[in-house]
Nanobody, 115 residues
């Protein structure tokens, strides 16, 4: 199984970006999907997650600004990021809990927010 993330880039503070992460390969289903980020010199932290039923969870730092969603038919999870701040600059990675294979990670996509 593979996860392919896209949508990162350079944006000014206050701007928006939409990240996408598409799953491929042979699997029965996907349970939870999520986005994490790692800033230079810091640990990787959860940004947002979403269950197969659509229940969501957000880090306090992004609540009200970021929205996670998924399209199960397209095997894709999205992260809409609005009102971006320079402190949102990080490498963003997606992950998914595949049935029956377990958790897998996609490659990161860099988001840079300029002030």
């Amino acid at each position: 199984v593979q996860l392919q993330a896209s949508g990162g880039g350079l944006v000014q503070a206050g701007g928006s970006l939409r990240l996408s992460c598409v799953a491929s390969g042979r699997f029965f289903s996907i349970k939870d999907m999520g986005w994490y980020r790692q800033a230079p010199g810091k640990q990787r932290d959860l940004v947002a997650s979403i269950t197969s039923a659509g229940n969501t969870n957000y880090a306090d730092s992004v609540k009200g600004r970021f929205t996670i969603s998924r399209d199960n038919a397209k095997k894709t999870v999205y992260l809409q990021m609005d009102s971006l701040k320079p402190e949102d600059t990080a490498v963003y990675s997606c992950n998914a809990d595949f049935i029956p294979w377990g958790t897998s990670w996609g490659q990161g996509t860099l988001v840079t927010v300029s002030s």
